[in-house]
T-cell receptor, first 114, second 110 residues
């Protein structure tokens, strides 16, 4: 099966600019996750979708970050406006319906905010 | 507070030596525990999970609820084991939210 796809792979922006990331999960996977991984740290969950509904977004900085998953398939994560501390790798993962614990990760998008 | 602690950022061992990557957790309830691995220039992928109680690539991990630990072990390290290893937990019900540790880089020296 095709893996989780993400684009772009790299992005460099200036602070206060906007940026959007796209994720296409594995076909049939109902659950989709966005993680932020800052250098030297483990992935931190930002938001979790079950189909097109939000299950958990408790760690999403909602003043600047937003995410949507229209039609329960693809998802986009947006940052507006970006700050220097947003520099990180943004990982998307998907899994089968809730209760199946293995997550399949995409290659990630490396964001640099200057 | 719910958290996963991996005390070692870097662990270097010689080929053929035993390996133990430490993981301790704090969670109110009965979590599911996992080890994920990221080889150079590859994606993060599941290595093993405690509920399956299986050995993958010679690695095993036993959940010790008394010590709240889930250490990853391998009796004889191989050079291809060199990678970044992350311990993670998930709630056993509800949102199944994942919490990852900070990771340990394993270097197996020839």
């Amino acid at each position: 099966e095709a893996g989780v796809a993400q684009s772009p792979r790299y992005k460099i922006i200036e602070k206060r600019q906007s940026v959007a990331f796209w994720c296409n999960p594995i076909s049939g996977h109902a659950t989709l996750y966005w993680y932020q991984q800052i250098l030297g740290q483990g992935p931190k969950l930002l938001i979790q979708f079950q189909n097109n509904g939000v299950v958990d977004d408790s760690q999403l900085p909602k003043d600047r970050f937003s995410a949507e998953r229209l039609k329960g398939v693809d998802s986009t994560l947006k940052i507006q406006p970006a700050k220097l501390e947003d520099s990180a790798v943004y990982l998307c993962a998907s899994s089968r319906p809730l209760g199946s614990y293995e997550q399949y990760f995409g290659p990630g998008t490396r964001l640099t905010v200057t | 507070a719910q958290r996963v602690t991996q005390p070692e950022k870097l662990l270097s061992v010689f080929k053929g030596a035993p390996v133990e990557l430490k993981c301790n957790y704090s969670y109110s309830g009965s979590p599911e525990l996992f080890w994920y691995v990221q080889y150079s220039r590859q994606r993060l992928q599941l290595l093993l999970r405690h509920i399956s109680r299986e050995s993958i690539k010679g690695f095993t991990a036993d959940l010790n609820k008394g010590e709240t630990s889930f250490h990853l072990k391998k009796p004889f390290a191989q050079e291809e084991d060199s990678a970044m290893y992350y311990c993670a937990l998930s709630g056993a019900s509800g949102t199944y939210k994942y919490i990852f540790g900070t990771g340990t880089r394993l270097k197996v020296l020839a």
